[in-house]
Protein backbone atom coordinates (compact mmCIF):
# COMPACT_ATOMS: atom_id res chain seq x y z
CA UNK A 1 0.00 0.00 0.00
CA UNK A 2 2.99 2.25 0.50
CA UNK A 3 4.28 1.76 -2.58
CA UNK A 4 0.95 2.54 -4.41
CA UNK A 5 0.90 6.12 -2.43
CA UNK A 6 4.65 6.77 -3.24
CA UNK A 7 3.71 6.08 -7.13
CA UNK A 8 0.33 8.63 -6.35
CA UNK A 9 2.66 10.88 -4.91
CA UNK A 10 4.99 10.71 -8.13
CA UNK A 11 2.43 11.57 -10.23
CA UNK A 12 1.54 14.69 -8.13
CA UNK A 13 4.96 15.83 -8.19
CA UNK A 14 5.44 15.00 -11.84
CA UNK A 15 2.16 16.98 -12.54
CA UNK A 16 3.41 19.83 -10.11
CA UNK A 17 6.98 20.57 -12.00
CA UNK A 18 5.36 21.54 -15.21
CA UNK A 19 8.26 18.50 -17.24
CA UNK A 20 11.20 20.74 -15.47
CA UNK A 21 14.42 19.41 -16.32
CA UNK A 22 14.86 19.15 -12.84
CA UNK A 23 12.78 17.94 -10.05
CA UNK A 24 14.18 18.33 -7.04
CA UNK A 25 11.76 18.20 -3.40
CA UNK A 26 12.85 18.75 0.21
CA UNK A 27 11.14 16.66 2.83
CA UNK A 28 11.43 16.53 6.70
CA UNK A 29 12.00 12.92 8.15
CA UNK A 30 11.46 10.51 5.73
CA UNK A 31 13.34 7.65 5.25
CA UNK A 32 16.24 7.20 2.73
CA UNK A 33 13.69 3.74 1.29
CA UNK A 34 11.13 6.22 0.94
CA UNK A 35 12.98 8.67 -1.14
CA UNK A 36 14.79 5.98 -3.24
CA UNK A 37 11.00 4.75 -4.07
CA UNK A 38 10.05 8.18 -4.75
CA UNK A 39 13.13 8.79 -7.22
CA UNK A 40 12.65 5.36 -8.70
CA UNK A 41 8.93 6.11 -9.19
CA UNK A 42 9.52 9.28 -10.83
CA UNK A 43 12.55 8.70 -13.19
CA UNK A 44 10.12 5.81 -14.51
CA UNK A 45 8.05 8.36 -15.95
CA UNK A 46 9.95 11.49 -16.51
CA UNK A 47 13.04 10.17 -18.51
CA UNK A 48 14.44 13.35 -19.35
CA UNK A 49 14.25 14.97 -16.34
CA UNK A 50 17.05 14.97 -12.98
CA UNK A 51 15.61 14.38 -9.59
CA UNK A 52 16.60 15.68 -6.13
CA UNK A 53 15.13 14.28 -3.47
CA UNK A 54 16.37 15.35 0.24
CA UNK A 55 15.27 14.88 3.61
CA UNK A 56 15.79 16.97 6.65
CA UNK A 57 16.25 15.50 9.94
CA UNK A 58 17.75 16.65 13.14
CA UNK A 59 21.05 16.24 12.91
CA UNK A 60 21.49 14.89 9.11
CA UNK A 61 20.47 15.10 5.72
CA UNK A 62 20.31 12.02 3.42
CA UNK A 63 19.47 12.09 -0.42
CA UNK A 64 18.82 10.56 -3.70
CA UNK A 65 19.65 11.83 -6.62
CA UNK A 66 18.68 9.98 -10.38
CA UNK A 67 18.63 10.51 -13.85
CA UNK A 68 16.26 9.19 -16.36
CA UNK A 69 17.00 6.93 -19.17
CA UNK A 70 17.43 9.55 -21.50
CA UNK A 71 20.13 11.48 -19.90
CA UNK A 72 23.60 9.96 -19.99
CA UNK A 73 25.62 11.68 -17.22
CA UNK A 74 26.95 9.89 -13.99
CA UNK A 75 25.11 10.80 -11.03
CA UNK A 76 28.15 9.38 -9.03
CA UNK A 77 30.22 12.32 -9.74
CA UNK A 78 27.40 14.48 -8.81
CA UNK A 79 27.40 13.07 -5.37
CA UNK A 80 30.88 13.00 -5.18
CA UNK A 81 31.16 17.14 -5.49
CA UNK A 82 28.76 17.64 -2.82
CA UNK A 83 28.98 14.94 -0.27
CA UNK A 84 31.85 17.24 1.37
CA UNK A 85 29.53 19.82 1.80
CA UNK A 86 27.69 17.36 4.27
CA UNK A 87 30.87 15.72 5.24
CA UNK A 88 28.41 12.68 3.67
CA UNK A 89 28.96 9.48 2.53
CA UNK A 90 27.14 7.70 -0.83
CA UNK A 91 27.14 5.46 -4.04
CA UNK A 92 25.22 3.74 -6.11
CA UNK A 93 24.84 3.65 -9.85
CA UNK A 94 25.81 5.54 -12.58
CA UNK A 95 21.88 6.54 -12.64
CA UNK A 96 20.84 6.69 -9.01
CA UNK A 97 22.79 7.57 -6.19
CA UNK A 98 21.49 8.10 -2.29
CA UNK A 99 24.10 9.09 0.43
CA UNK A 100 24.03 11.03 4.05
CA UNK A 101 25.58 13.27 5.66
CA UNK A 102 25.74 16.49 9.09
CA UNK A 103 22.90 18.67 8.64
CA UNK A 104 25.36 21.46 8.16
CA UNK A 105 22.99 23.30 5.68
CA UNK A 106 19.62 23.15 5.43
CA UNK A 107 17.97 21.41 2.59
CA UNK A 108 16.95 23.44 0.46
CA UNK A 109 20.39 24.73 0.20
CA UNK A 110 22.24 22.00 -0.37
CA UNK A 111 19.64 20.63 -3.14
CA UNK A 112 20.27 24.08 -4.87
CA UNK A 113 24.07 23.52 -4.83
CA UNK A 114 22.77 19.79 -6.68
CA UNK A 115 21.27 21.68 -9.27
CA UNK A 116 23.68 24.48 -9.66
CA UNK A 117 25.84 21.38 -11.02
CA UNK A 118 23.25 20.07 -13.26
Known amino acids: M ?3 LLHYEAE ?7 RQSVIQRVFNDRSIKTLQCLGKA ?3 KAPEAYV ?3 SEQEK ?5 LARGEDIDRNMNEVAKQVMPLI ?6 KPNFVQGGGKRLMDGQSFAGRIHNLL
Do not use: D, Y
Request: glycine share 18%; aromatic share 4%; net charge negative.
Open 87 to 92: EGKGGG
Open 52 to 54: ILI
Open 12 to 18: EILSASN
Open 60 to 64: QLQFV
Open 42 to 44: IIE
Open 2 to 4: EGQ
